[in-house]
């Protein structure tokens, strides 16, 4: 276990460029707070990217919050293994350790070459910290969907739980995990996963666990419900589970609802949606897709997601923006409304959005913290892309929003690691709450070449800012 206290800051110095001015993108984060080091990548092993951490998830509870992430990033699939990190004085210092037990590069090793999609919950019930992921055994086969338990607050955790072991002609993908943990929800302490079956067309499936997450049950989903991918269950404090997904087939958002406690699943019901942009710079695309949420204290659904339907001008939409919409019940929701990072017409181009909603706020003066990555330019190749990272808040439900920021950049695509479908900073990102502040969590990058098997050429790592909300308090 290390403890992280390095303020990135000081790396930037000597590594990154400064911070710029772009669009409506206030440099103004040096008045509010610093970038702090989550983890670092200790593996060296030739046959991964070596200093590359991607792809980091949180979740708060208190004034516990920890994050769990890919480290040592391979090309074809997968990493050398899952690190966590732990803060709980609100993301000022952390301290980070790497999962036992799961591939053969872990202290002790496990059974898996790799492994990847990393998420992370708590159960409050029965005190447990979960991280979540998937192990494989070799690229393009079968992988297990696996816990590991913390029951020391996160100091540590145990060796895996394998919550399904999936037949020969199955290939399961993008897992998520959440827990219900409103002592007056009839489920309280039911913890629920979901994830889709690419051997069997993005088969939707779902499991449910009563125990702090020593045995998972399967729930009865729509009979062969197929094309769904990056599930995301949020519980409501009546216990109802909500799972925002996204449809190939439909081409748009929808949600399956448990109202059973995680026995079964009712759906698809229609989400807004419209187009989204690939984005440009031969960047990993699969995540434009997905769709980020969470619920408020009252129990309100906050979703955002990237959409160039705003720039219905261009033939073809070119830039996506961060839409947002809200329900009370998963199945009505409000209309799309473009959170305003910058002008509709303006060249940026905005991706890879995470919400968090502060657990102690809710409707008209709910706090809404959003992170997501942009292009200043979206026109734009691998040699001249620079990417970065934007903030933006609303201290009253969604109606207003301040001024963003950009927490750091820009960056080259070519600083972070080659996967198999382009440089990859992560599929999703994180944002969480914690004493009134927001803390996201995202990857960052030092410029380098970042070649397979050069343990010197790569650096990307986790990094967190802390940002009182509303701004300026």
Not at 73 to 88: D, E, M, Y
Request: charged share 15%; with cysteine.
């Amino acid at each position: 276990m290390t403890r992280r206290r390095l303020i990135i800051a000081l790396l930037l110095l000597a590594e990154i460029p400064a911070i710029a001015w772009s669009g409506t993108h206030v440099n103004s984060l040096a008045e509010t707070t610093q970038l702090t080091v989550v983890s670092e990548d200790p593996y060296t092993n030739r046959n991964t990217f070596h200093r590359t951490e991607a792809e980091p998830d949180s979740f708060a509870f208190g004034s516990t919050l920890v994050s769990t992430f890919q480290v040592g990033r391979a090309h074809n699939c997968g990493a050398s293994n899952l690190g966590w990190s732990v803060s709980t004085d609100a993301g000022a210092t952390w301290t980070d350790g790497f999962l036992p037990g799961t591939t053969v590069r872990a202290t002790p090793p496990g059974p898996w070459i790799r492994t990847t999609d990393p998420v992370v919950a708590h159960d409050s019930k029965h005190d447990v910290w979960l991280v979540e992921g998937l192990g494989i055994r070799k690229c393009g086969r079968t992988s297990r969907i696996f816990v590991s338990r913390s029951i020391d607050g996160a100091a540590s955790f145990e060796e895996p739980v394998v919550v399904y072991h999936p037949r020969r002609t199955e290939n399961v993908d993008k897992n998520w995990i959440t827990c219900d943990n409103t002592p007056t929800s009839p489920f309280y302490g039911n913890c629920y996963t979901a994830w889709d079956d690419a051997g069997h067309h993005n088969r939707l499936q779902a499991y449910t666990s009563s125990d702090g997450g020593l045995t998972w049950a399967k729930a009865v989903t729509p009979k062969h419900y197929s094309e769904v991918q990056g599930v995301q269950p949020v519980v409501q404090p009546n216990g109802n589970v909500v799972m925002p997904t996204w449809d190939w087939f439909r081409a748009g958002h929808e949600t399956f609802i448990s109202t059973d406690g995680g026995a079964s699943y009712s759906g698809p019901f229609d989400m807004p949606s419209g187009k989204q942009r690939w984005m440009a710079g031969h960047l990993a695309n699969t995540a434009v897709l997905f769709v980020a949420v969470d619920v408020d204290a009252e129990g309100r659904i906050y979703a955002a997601w990237p959409d160039c339907t705003l720039r219905s001008s261009e033939r073809p939409c070119s830039h996506n923006d961060i839409m947002f919409s809200t329900s009370m019940d998963g199945r009505h929701w409000s209309n799309q409304a473009r959170i305003p990072i910058d002008p509709v017409k303006s060249s940026v181009d905005h991706f890879f959005p995470a919400i968090a909603v502060d657990p102690t706020t809710s409707g008209a003066s709910a706090h809404i913290a959003v992170l997501y990555y942009f292009y200043p330019e979206q026109h734009c190749d691998v040699r001249t892309c620079e990417l970065s990272v934007g903030f933006i808040s609303s201290a009253d439900g969604g109606s207003s929003w301040a001024v963003p920021l950009q927490l750091a950049g820009p960056f080259k695509n070519t600083w972070f690691p080659l996967r198999f479908d382009g440089y990859f900073p992560g599929d999703y990102f994180a944002v969480s709450f914690v004493d009134g502040k927001a803390v996201p969590v995202f990857t960052v990058a030092a410029q380098g070449a970042c070649k397979l098997g050069d343990i010197t050429s790569c650096h990307t790592w986790i990094a967190s800012a802390t940002i009182p909300l509303p701004l300026g308090t």
